[in-house]
Every structure is written in C-alpha cells, then in structure tokens.
C-alpha cells in the first residue's frame, strides 16, 4: 500500500492568502469609513456655509425694508446693531467661516447682492458657497416698469 504523498508548504500558502484576502478587506472598510466621515464633515460645513450665506441676502433685504438707501455698494460685512443689520468692515467671521457681501447698483433702484462664504476646510482646502439677488427699491419701482423678458 501506498503512503498518500504529503505536499509541505501547501497550508502555508494558504493561510497566507487568507490573511492577504482579510487584511485587503479591513482596509478597504477602513478607507470607505474615514471617507464617510469626510463627506459627513463636508455636508455639515456646506449646510452651515449656504445657511450664512442666505442669511447675507436676507440681512440685505431687512436693509433695504428699512431705508434703500443703507443698501449701498461696495465689499461688506454684516453685524446686528440695536436688533438691525447694518454694513461691518469687509467681512465677517462667525466660527471659522468668513462672509462677504458684495453689493454693485446697475441703476438708483436696483441693487445686486452676492453672498459669498468661505472657511477652510482643511489646511490645503478652502471651500465657497455663493449666493444671489437682485434687489430692488420696491417703494419706487413698479411691476409696470419691469423689462419685458421676451
């Protein structure tokens, strides 16, 4: 009777490729974690940057309820002073991220506002989110005066 010939190594090499396959997969789980965790990250910060950036050209809007003349050109930020929004500096920062509202006048009774916000997202990252509106003096002008968009 014949012995049944025992191939040496044969056991090895699998576990090996079993090891390989496992470790293949708890990084790939891994990577896809930590970049969950950046996406999640980057939503919240994007969330939170369109909500200030909105609030830019709703604090422009109070303005000009107010008076249309406080709504006037240039690079502004924006503060709340005795319960109103005026005009601050440049910009502004609330918790890292800094806003810019733009306001150019293509004629007296109208006014285009552009609500940029930036913060850094990571040391070598900055991220912006921008907002638009036309605004006008809505005491003065009528819906009879608007262009014709034909």
Request: glycine share 6%; no cysteine.
């Amino acid at each position: 009777m014949q012995r049944p010939r025992v191939l040496k190594g044969q056991s090895l090499i699998e576990i090996m490729l079993a090891i390989t396959v496992f470790l293949f997969g708890v990084v790939t789980i891994g990577g896809l974690y930590l970049d969950a965790n950046v996406s999640q990250r980057k939503s919240l910060e994007r969330a939170k940057a369109n909500a200030l950036a909105e609030e830019g050209i709703e604090a422009i809007r109070s303005m000009r309820d107010r008076s249309f003349t406080l709504v006037t050109t240039g690079t502004h930020g924006l503060l709340i002073s005795d319960g109103s929004w005026t005009f601050s500096s440049t910009s502004d920062t609330q918790e890292g991220f800094r806003r810019t509202v733009l306001v150019s006048a293509p004629d007296t009774n109208t006014r285009y506002v552009t609500s940029t916000v930036s913060w850094l997202f990571s040391p070598s990252r900055t991220e912006t989110v921008v907002s638009t509106a036309i605004i006008t003096d809505w005491r003065r002008v009528s819906p009879a005066t608007w262009a014709d968009p034909e």
